[in-house]
């Protein structure tokens, strides 16, 4: 289950869920106020197209190399 990053436009908090693919598009409530008005955050990861969830092309190994 992958870990998204929101931000609470009630109160600016930032949290951290972790939050099953099938549930990915329902916004949590704020930790911290209970505001259900968040949104969910793009992370630096997300923003490189970085990923440690098995992503394909790009880096080593792609089998898409300069020849």
Do not use: H, W
Request: charged fraction near 20%; hydrophobic fraction near 20%.
């Amino acid at each position: 289950m992958p870990l998204y990053e929101y931000q609470c436009k009630n109160c600016n908090e930032s949290f951290e869920k972790i939050v099953r693919f099938s549930e990915a598009e329902q916004l949590p409530p704020c930790p911290n106020c209970g505001s259900t008005d968040t949104r969910k955050k793009i992370s630096a990861a997300a923003a490189l197209g970085g990923s440690s969830s098995g992503s394909t092309g790009g880096g080593c190994g792609s089998g898409g190399g300069f020849t």
